[in-house]
């Protein structure tokens, strides 16, 4: 075997195995060795933070989408961080006092980290459920995530994002995208923990939340894996579930880059996921380390195989033409091949996100936290929702 092929053969192989083998394997051992969670019907106290920037947009229907939650008034405060927002933001949630909502104003933008590092040692009660300004929150779900804390492993809960049903095929294949990554990673729970949460909504043990470093770009893998390095469970329910609107490929793409890049600093302030202390190292490498290398494999296969022999040479530059040519083609195709098309230019936009990631970790994150451009919907409209997991 020439080094073409084999730097080739292991480009796309390692490529397949993130895609396909790994969600595979996942599979058959969240069937045969997944650990049930322990839950009780014990309402503990519950101190709601939500860190916002110039939130006009949703505040209003955030706060009482949070106070109209089936539970009990008394074992609930709600805490709204404002990182230095400029529009009405802080009025409005003036306008909630008489409700109990507690205002902590920063008065300046420092990034959510910092936002979050005054509303946690603000809270007051047992367990915190942190939750992002634009997402609605389905009433029965906190008692749902709170059940689950009877267990004495479990230190972080997450709900389920659901995706509202797309316009156009851009934003059906990115609910798609989120769908497969939802999958994988209830089944990681299920095995054991996952390496973060769903960082719009997820509650967790008061007495295992630690300050977030200046300039973290993701808290809601930051706070979760320091539960997890001690000994904790990170877990999703379901069943407690919040709404979104859906973004477009082209909002998608910033927001991607800022996650990948969140996930190359995470490795860097957590060494030890890499290490025989990551009791879920065959996960990590495989999904998210994974992930991350990915575009690297796929960029090293193209390069070998200009230098592999014929016939597979040609083979394999018709292959990459056709998948690469689809995407980039898809502006400009009519309706059908356009649908058929967009999975791929999905694909290919994502993997050049990946590569962008690298560079955004050197991004300050006061510029990276920006409000996501979305329509807003109507909160009614029940049936154009879709899940955001299988």
Not at 281 to 297: A, D, E, N
């Amino acid at each position: 075997m020439t080094l073409a092929l084999a730097v080739f053969l292991a480009g796309v192989l390692f490529a397949a195995y993130v895609l396909a083998g790994y969600p595979l394997l996942l599979g058959w051992l969240a069937k045969h060795y997944a650990k049930p969670v322990k839950r009780d019907s014990t309402l503990r106290s519950v101190s709601v933070v939500i860190a916002v920037r110039d939130g006009e947009r949703w505040i209003e229907r955030k706060l009482q989408s949070v106070l109209a939650l089936d539970y009990p008034r008394e074992l609930l405060e709600v805490i709204v961080v404002s990182d230095g927002s400029r529009d009405r933001t802080e009025e409005i949630v003036r306008g909630f006092a008489e409700n109990g909502v507690r205002l902590i104003s920063s008065g300046e933008s420092a990034g959510k980290a910092a936002a979050l590092n005054l509303g946690i040692p603000a809270a007051r009660n047992e367990i915190l459920l942190l939750t992002d300004v634009r997402q609605d929150l389905d009433p029965p779900g906190l008692r749902k995530l709170i059940a689950c804390f009877g267990d004495p492993q479990v230190g972080v809960v997450s709900g389920d994002l659901i995706i509202r049903r797309g316009s156009d095929t851009g934003e059906r294949d990115v609910g798609m995208y989120r769908r497969y990554e939802s999958w994988i990673r209830a089944r990681v729970s299920a095995i054991d923990s996952m390496f973060g949460a769903t960082g719009a909504y997820y509650t967790m043990r008061r007495e295992l939340a630690v300050m977030v470093p200046a300039g973290t770009i993701l808290d809601d893998m930051y706070l979760p894996l320091a539960a997890f390095f001690r000994g904790y469970r990170a877990i999703i329910e379901p069943e407690a579930l919040a709404f979104d609107d859906p973004s477009a490929l082209d909002a998608e793409f910033p927001r991607k880059v800022r996650t990948l890049a969140g996930n190359w600093q995470i490795l860097a302030r957590y060494p030890a996921l890499l290490s025989p202390r990551n009791r879920m190292l065959l996960h990590f490498v495989s999904h998210k380390f994974g992930r991350l290398l990915m575009p690297y494999g796929l960029l090293a296969a193209a390069i070998a195989s200009f230098w592999l022999r014929t016939p597979l040479r040609e083979i394999a530059w018709l292959g990459q033409a056709l998948f690469y040519g689809l995407a980039l083609a898809h502006p400009l195709l009519p309706g059908g091949l356009k649908r058929i098309a967009s999975p791929f230019r999905t694909f290919v936009v994502l993997m050049l996100a990946d590569l962008c990631a690298p560079v955004f970790v050197f991004v300050p994150t006061a510029r990276l936290w920006k409000p996501t451009q979305l329509p807003l919907s109507d909160a009614a409209d029940e049936p154009k929702r879709v899940h955001s997991r299988q």
